[in-house]
Each structure stands twice: as structure tokens, then as C-alpha cells.
């Protein structure tokens, strides 16, 4: 462990990883930020390339240890110099560079003859959305997630802190076009469903038990109606009159996991009516 | 409307609403940015006291002639000052100073003999994820939200941007102590519920078609342990084992609106098996 300041070479490095999105799609790298955040990149069996610290801010030992029992460099940075790199207004004492790859459309997928359940996000801008988004994905133990070009990107420091870490376990498939996502969808006969505030059928009276791709809109203007008429069926989840809409993030988690209760009530069903007690019976 | 700087009052009037909670607790005041959230304002009926708009950006000009109807005086800025006043990286060319209350925590428990739907947040501290909430609650059409005092200002700039506006139409009780929230309740014959990340009851073995209080934790720490023993049920939600947890505002989303499915299905089947059409009927 040496000491570095904010212009050693290494440091710049990590500066660039942070701040640019190109730097980060030309390494395949992405860096964490935070004791937890970090932990759970390891706990997913990613490679971390570099670890850097601030000595004078609390560490978690344990997870050094970790650290430095795979071999990973740790650097040990003047006190300020990460505070200065970090994009978090209230950063912590540790960020790591990790390796990331995005997969190829069919890959989202998952194995032939699984049933995939996968989220296309087409043009979602803010990145603690697209974070959030990818730990709901995560957590409802859906298949993957599909980002069109215009999305935030899934690896920024945000993003990954709003994922808790989960970025690094989801298979993302980058840069899709999401008519190529359809069609890999009908080639193995997945139905494609759309989102809208506006219109289409209720989400608890859609089958979402079985393999499904939902494709969630942009902020603010939803899903451009061209994408919308070459999906199967469009879902709405009822509101409030008082209200306009729901957050996509919001949108994406009450989705995932109807789809997940309708999977264990499937599950439940199929066991006549025995409360199945596994993860997938919910 | 007349042109003004930084330094002017109205605007040194701005900054402290925009940058401080204490101000905006003792003016009883709330700042809402960009013409959505203004245009949301207006629409619950809110009372807006000015308007700031930077006329060298684009401008909502139907909205600004339904501000003048009302009276309210619109305030023209030098270019640049609004921007530098916002408290967002990517501000829109409108602030509005609007009147905001807190009421008593009985009041977000509705009117006696109906069945509320009441959400607690308890040291949620990221205001996106306070907004986020207040903007389920909404449209999930949930009674009201309590907030305990180490909440982040869900009158904060941020929180009502996350909010899309819906903050001016949620009843909310602020800075409660969540152990009145649960006499409140009790008072009420309301069941209250506390969220976990590891245990409890599946959320969807829950009854939550009838009136609830659901007690959230905080981003890190969850419920403390005395509050927890204090709730009537913990509720889980089953997550993949490779995530830790979801998001505060994912874990609302998800159960606020299994809430409203849960209340659909109960009119459905009050209905002798017909599929209710309306609203609550999902």
C-alpha cells in the first residue's frame, strides 16, 4: 500500500472510469463506491482490479482482508483525495474498480427452454432509476435486463450505488436496439408486453406466471407509439385519478413482482394447494 | 413581472426556502420546480404565493396564463439566476413558492369509519426515495403518510421533484413519533406492520385488502428493534438470495399496490366473481 494524490496517474485513471462513460465502455470497467457496495461486488464473484482507500476514513477490515487475500491491489489515497474523485456528495472511505461485460441480447434470455423473464429499459435517463431498476430485476429473481442506447448507463457510479451492488450479478445486454430484443423474443415464443400510464390491460389480469418481456418508456414521454405497436399487448397498473403516473422504478418493481407472485401462486397451484416454502413459492 | 438578481429579496427569499428545511417548516412553505411539478401544484388546488421564471428558457405559456388568472404574481429573473437558485443539476425554467401543512397524525388515518391505508416512514433519510414514496402513496390511493422526524423534507426541492407534484395533494404528518402513529392506530382497531428485510410474514399472505399502517425503515438500518416489537406483524418481502434487499421506495411500491390488488379482488368478489371496472377495483 502506498499513498497517492488526486493527479497520480492511478488516481486519474480511477477520475476517468467515474466521470466518463466511454472510458468505462472501452476498459469494461465499472467502479463502486462504499464499504456495501463493494462487498457485494465480491460477494457476486466480480473481478476487482484496483481498491482505494482513504486511510483516515472508518474501514472495514474484514473486507480488506478479503481484498487482499485475492490479490487485489489496494492503494492507500492522501485524506480528501477520494472525496474529491467521488460522484456521491457524501462519499465513503473506499472505491473499487471492477471488471463488467455486457452480454449479447439472447443472453438476457437465459438457457433455451428456461422461461425468461426479462425488462427492457428504453431510454430511462436518470441513473439512480436505472440503479433501482436493476436491483428490483435482482431481487424478483427475473432473468436479465435489456438497456436501449439511450439509457443511463447501468455501470456510472450512481447507477451502481442505486443497485446496491446488484449490477454486477444481473445479465445486462447494453446498447440494444429493442427491435432486436423483440425479435429474439418471438424466436422463442416470450410475449412482449409494453408499459403505458395511459392505456392497455390491467397488470394483475395479465399472465405474467409464465416467460415475459416488459418494456418500460422513458420519463417522461413512456415508450414511443412505433415500439409500442410491435410489442404483443400493453399493460397498465391502475392509479389514483389525483395522480399522473408512477415513477418507472416504481413501475418496474410492482411489475417484477406481481410477476414473482404470480409464479409462486403457480408454483402453490401445481403443488394442490400445499404452501411451497421455497424461495420461487414466494 | 419585473426583472430581478440573485441578490434581490424575493429571490434571497427563494434560496433560504430551497436550501433550508427549518425555513420552510416556519413559513410553512415548499418549493416546486419545473412546470410538471408546478402544473401538479396547481392542479390539487394547492395555494402558490409566486412564480419564478427565467424568460430567456422556455416557458409553459397556458400554464403561466393560469397563473395569472389566479392572481399569483410571477416574478421574471435575470438568465442564469434561476439556475444557480435550483437545487437541481438540470433545472427548468420555473420555481414556485406554494403553501404547504403538516396535519396531526390522526388526520392521515382519514375519516372515522373508513378504512385506512396508512404509510410510516421512519429515518428514511434519501429525499428521492422520500418523493418517490409520497408518490406511491398517491397513486396506489393509500389514506396518508406519516414521517417521523429524522425523515428527509418531503418538502425538500428534491423530494418534491421525485414526488412529481404529488406531494401537495398526500395528507402527510410530519416530524411524528412513530409510537403515536401506533396509538393512533390502535385507537382505530388499525393493524400496524413493520417491513423486513429477513423475516416476517409473506406480504402476500398478508390481509392488507382492509385498513393497515406499515411501518418503513431506514435505507441502512431498517426498523429498530424496540419499534418492531411494538408493530402487531412483521412483513417480507421473499427476495432472490443473491440481493441483500430492495430499495425503501421499491419495498412501498410493492406494497402499496399489492394493498390496492388485495382491495380490487375483495370488490371483485363482493361482486359475485364480476370484474369490477373501476378504479379501486384495479
Same mark, same amino acid.
Given at each position: 500500500m502506498e499513498s497517492r494524490s488526486f493527479t497520480h496517474p492511478k488516481v486519474l485513471w480511477l477520475r476517468r472510469l467515474v466521470s466518463d462513460k466511454r472510458v468505462r465502455r472501452a476498459e469494461g470497467l465499472a467502479v463502486a463506491e462504499g464499504w456495501k457496495v463493494v462487498e457485494a461486488a465480491l460477494d457476486t464473484g466480480a473481478k476487482l482490479l484496483s481498491v482505494f482507500i482513504d486511510p483516515d476514513r472508518s474501514m472495514d477490515m474484514d473486507l480488506l482482508g478479503r481484498v487482499d487475500a485475492l490479490g487485489v491491489p489496494v492503494v492507500r489515497l492522501q485524506h480528501g483525495v477520494l472525496g474529491r474523485v %467521488? !460522484?456521491?456528495?457524501?462519499?465513503?472511505g473506499v472505491m473499487a474498480v471492477v471488471e463488467v461485460a455486457s452480454c449479447p441480447a439472447?443472453?438476457?434470455?437465459?438457457?433455451?427452454g428456461d422461461a425468461p423473464c426479462v425488462l427492457v429499459c428504453v431510454d430511462v435517463r436518470d441513473p439512480g432509476n436505472m440503479g433501482t431498476i436493476v436491483r428490483v430485476v435482482a431481487a424478483s429473481g427475473a432473468t436479465g435486463l435489456a438497456c436501449s442506447?439511450?439509457? %443511463? !448507463?447501468?455501470?456510472?457510479p450512481k447507477a451502481v450505488r442505486a443497485s446496491a451492488g446488484s449490477v454486477f450479478s444481473v445479465p445486462l445486454a447494453l446498447d440494444v436496439d429493442p427491435l432486436l430484443v423483440i425479435r429474439v423474443a418471438r424466436g422463442r415464443s416470450v410475449p412482449c408486453y409494453g408499459t403505458s400510464a395511459l392505456h392497455g390491460t390491467a397488470y394483475t389480469d395479465c399472465g405474467l406466471g409464465g416467460s415475459w418481456a416488459i418494456f418500460l418508456g422513458n420519463e417522461?414521454?413512456?415508450?414511443s407509439r412505433d415500439l409500442a405497436a410491435s410489442l404483443d399487448c400493453m399493460v397498465h397498473i391502475p392509479i389514483a385519478s389525483s395522480v399522473e403516473s408512477l415513477s418507472v422504478s416504481s413501475a418496474a418493481a410492482i411489475l417484477c413482482f406481481e410477476a414473482a407472485r404470480q409464479r409462486g401462486l403457480t408454483l402453490r397451484q401445481a403443488a394442490g394447494g400445499r404452501v411451497n416454502t421455497t424461495r420461487e413459492g414466494m
Open positions: %467521488a !460522484d456521491s456528495t457524501t462519499p465513503q439472447e443472453e438476457v434470455f437465459g438457457a433455451v442506447a439511450g439509457c %443511463a !448507463d447501468p455501470w456510472s417522461s414521454t413512456g415508450l
